[in-house]
C-alpha cells in the first residue's frame, strides 16, 4: 500500500507523474482509507493549483492523463469543473505538441468544451468514439460455430469474436466497497442472487410511474442505477431488496438531490432501499456483520 505521507510529499515538490503513479495503485483503497483519501486529495487540490499558475508541461500531461482515467473509470472522483479543466488543459498540451490524435482522443470525454470542440471539428468526418481510423474498416469476424446433430433442427449458434487487440471491458463494480458488499451478500444470502449496479428501468413499471415522476425522476429513471439488488431465483428472479452504498461524495448537493429522487422512485415502486455508508474502511467481513445484525426478512419475495 503506497504510503499517503510520501504521496503528499511528491506532490508537495510537484512530482507530479510519481505521486499520481501511486494513487493510481491505491485507487482501489482510497475511498475506504482516510489517510489515502486525505492524500489524494491533498494531491488533486495542488495539481489543480499549479493549473492555474502555468504552462502543462510533460510531467504534469502524464499525471492529467491518469487523473482522467481514473475518474472515467469510477475508481477517484473530482468535481464536473476539475475534469472538464483537467481534459481541457491536456487536450492544449497535445495539440500544441502536434499530437492531433491524442488531442482528440481526450476531447471526446469533454466534446463541447474549449478547445475539445475545436479540436474534434478539425476531424469532422470521424464519428466520436472511435479512437483510430482503423476502427472504421475493421469489421468484427462472425462465424457459425457446430453444434450437436441432434441439435441442429432446434438451435444455429454464431460467434462474434473481439476487434482487434483493444480491451474496453469494465469491471461491474464502480469501488472497492461494492465488490466487498457483493461477496458479503453472496455469503449471507446464498439462496439469493445478489447483481451489482442494476438499472432502474429494469425493477419498476416505468410506464405506470411515469405520471407519479418530476421530470428530474423520469430521466434518473433512465439513467439510474442501483448498487446492489437481491434477486430470488426461485420466483422468477423477482428483485426483493435494494441497497446503495453512500460515501463522502454523496454529500454534493447534487447527489442529495439525485438520492432523494432514487429514494421516491423506489419507493412508489413497492421497495424498501437500504442506504448504508460506512464510516472509515469497511471490508467484507465488516458488511457480513451488518447485513446478518440487519436481520432483513425477505421471505419469498
Not at 109 to 114: G, L, Q, R, S
Not at 207 to 229: F, H, I, M, N, Q
Amino acid at each position: 500500500m503506497p504510503d499517503p505521507e510520501r504521496i503528499a510529499a511528491l506532490a508537495y515538490d510537484e512530482a507530479w507523474a510519481e505521486a499520481w503513479a501511486l494513487v493510481h495503485d491505491a485507487a482501489e483503497s482510497i475511498e475506504t482509507d482516510r489517510r489515502l483519501s486525505w492524500a489524494a486529495s491533498t494531491l488533486t487540490d495542488a495539481t489543480f493549483r499549479r493549473l492555474q499558475e502555468g504552462a502543462v508541461t510533460q510531467d504534469l500531461a502524464d499525471s492529467l492523463e491518469r487523473l482522467i482515467l481514473l475518474h472515467s473509470g469510477g475508481l477517484y472522483h473530482v468535481s464536473g469543473d476539475r475534469f472538464q479543466t483537467a481534459v481541457a488543459r491536456l487536450v492544449g498540451f497535445h495539440r500544441n505538441q502536434d499530437n492531433l490524435e491524442d488531442a482528440r482522443h481526450y476531447a471526446r470525454f469533454c466534446p463541447t468544451a474549449e478547445p475539445c470542440a475545436e479540436v474534434l471539428a478539425d476531424d469532422p468526418g470521424r464519428p466520436p468514439g472511435l479512437q483510430r481510423p482503423d476502427d472504421l474498416r475493421s469489421e468484427p469476424d462472425v462465424s457459425a460455430r457446430e453444434i450437436a446433430p441432434d441439435l441442429a433442427d432446434r438451435f444455429s449458434v454464431t460467434v462474434t469474436d473481439p476487434t482487434g487487440s483493444a480491451d474496453h471491458r469494465r469491471d461491474p463494480f464502480r469501488s472497492p466497497a461494492e465488490r466487498a458488499f457483493y461477496r458479503a451478500a453472496r455469503e449471507v444470502y446464498p439462496t439469493y442472487l445478489p447483481v451489482p449496479n442494476v438499472a432502474l428501468n429494469t425493477l419498476v413499471d416505468a410506464d405506470a410511474l411515469k405520471p407519479k415522476l418530476s421530470g428530474a425522476e423520469r430521466s434518473l429513471l433512465y439513467t439510474g442505477l442501483v448498487d446492489c439488488v437481491l434477486f430470488n431465483p426461485e420466483n422468477g428472479l423477482r428483485p426483493v431488496a435494494c441497497f446503495e452504498l453512500d460515501s463522502s461524495h454523496h454529500d454534493a448537493p447534487d447527489r442529495q438531490e439525485s438520492d432523494a429522487h432514487k429514494n421516491r422512485i423506489l419507493s412508489l415502486a413497492g421497495y424498501r432501499l437500504h442506504r448504508i455508508r460506512p464510516h472509515g474502511e469497511a471490508d467484507r467481513a465488516a458488511f457480513v456483520r451488518l447485513l446478518r445484525s440487519l436481520s432483513l426478512s425477505l421471505g419469498t419475495g
